[in-house]
């Protein structure tokens, strides 16, 4: 399995584990709550909501060590009960502001 990511590069396996494991390092005590779950056609809409607390440094802004909430939305393409695509919308703003938390 492939995801395409948001500027049309596709990330393999190892690429998706290796970002996983890299997020642990400037968020601890993460936990994901899922929301809601929609299924519409072939497309599977999963709301989610992670709640984190910023430990070590994200692109460059030192840890603040307070909690913060992140919703999300993912989408997944099946086809065959394969995912053929998965698309992933957050807030960013909320990581670009963790130094205001």
Do not use: C, W
Request: glycine content about 8%; overall charge positive.
């Amino acid at each position: 399995m492939k995801i395409l990511g948001a500027s049309g590069k596709r990330y393999g396996k190892e690429e998706i584990k290796k970002y996983f494991k890299g997020s642990k390092t400037p968020f601890g005590e993460m936990d994901y709550q899922r929301v809601s779950t929609y299924v519409v056609g072939n497309t599977v809409i999963i709301e989610s909501l992670m709640n984190a607390v910023h430990v070590g440094e994200y692109n460059g802004i030192a840890p603040s060590g307070k909690r913060f909430e992140l919703p999300s939305v993912e989408l997944f393409e099946i086809k065959d009960e394969k995912i053929i695509s998965t698309r992933q919308y957050q807030n960013n703003k909320i990581l670009s502001d963790l130094h205001n938390l």
